[in-house]
């Protein structure tokens, strides 16, 4: 069982990329599939074998990419609507 502090993690690093990002230009789907490919499914697969079963490793990933759909709003919102 992976506990929901390292998925935390996982979100909270690739959330860097995307505050990197998001500095040149609005953040969009791509750049959420980006983040994940770099950072997040790397880490998943090493965790693997801490999922009980295929179920559980899909709705860790599910996780992450909700997470990081919501940390892009928030993102563009920041950066974005301050200089309108």
């Not at 990329?17 to 997040?40: G, P, Q």
């Not at 179920?55 to 709003?73: G, H, P, S, T, V």
Request: glycine share 0%; net charge negative.
């Amino acid at each position: 069982m992976v506990e929901r502090s390292e998925l935390d993690w996982i979100v909270q690093k690739a959330t860097e990329l995307l505050a990197d990002k998001v500095k040149d230009s609005l953040l969009t789907d791509h750049d959420i599939e980006l983040a994940f490919n770099i950072f997040a499914k790397p880490r998943l697969e090493r965790l693997s074998d801490a999922f009980k079963n295929d179920l559980e490793q899909r709705q860790a990933r599910d996780f992450i990419i909700m997470k990081l759909q919501e940390r892009m709003k928030q993102l563009n919102a920041e950066q974005w609507q301050k200089l309108e």
